[in-house]
């Protein structure tokens, strides 16, 4: 199963990605893979809409194991999102 979901980021976040050189959505994948190990795939690369943010996902593991990784995916935009929060 595939998700596209649309992410909001904070302004911070932008900008901290911008100084990196990199895509918002793809500083946001990065930062994900980095903190839980988590792949996703950024949505800049599928010509979205200019301006908004995207992360393509594949959901493989157990349909048991999905409920731990919905929590981890959640976890890690919480904390994202407050550590970045305008």
């Not at 800049?44 to 981890?72: D, M, N, Y």
Request: one cysteine or more; hydrophobic letters at 40%; aromatic letters at 12%.
């Amino acid at each position: 199963m595939y998700l596209f979901p649309r992410i909001v980021l904070p302004n911070k976040a932008i900008k901290e990605a911008e100084s990196l050189k990199k895509a918002p959505d793809a500083y946001y994948a990065a930062r994900l893979l980095n903190a839980t190990g988590i792949v996703v795939v950024p949505g800049s690369g599928f010509g979205q809409v200019p301006g908004t943010w995207h992360f393509r996902c594949t959901i493989l593991p157990q349909e048991e194991k999905i409920p731990a990784i919905v929590s981890q995916l959640t976890e890690f935009h919480k904390k994202f999102m407050d550590e970045f929060r305008d």
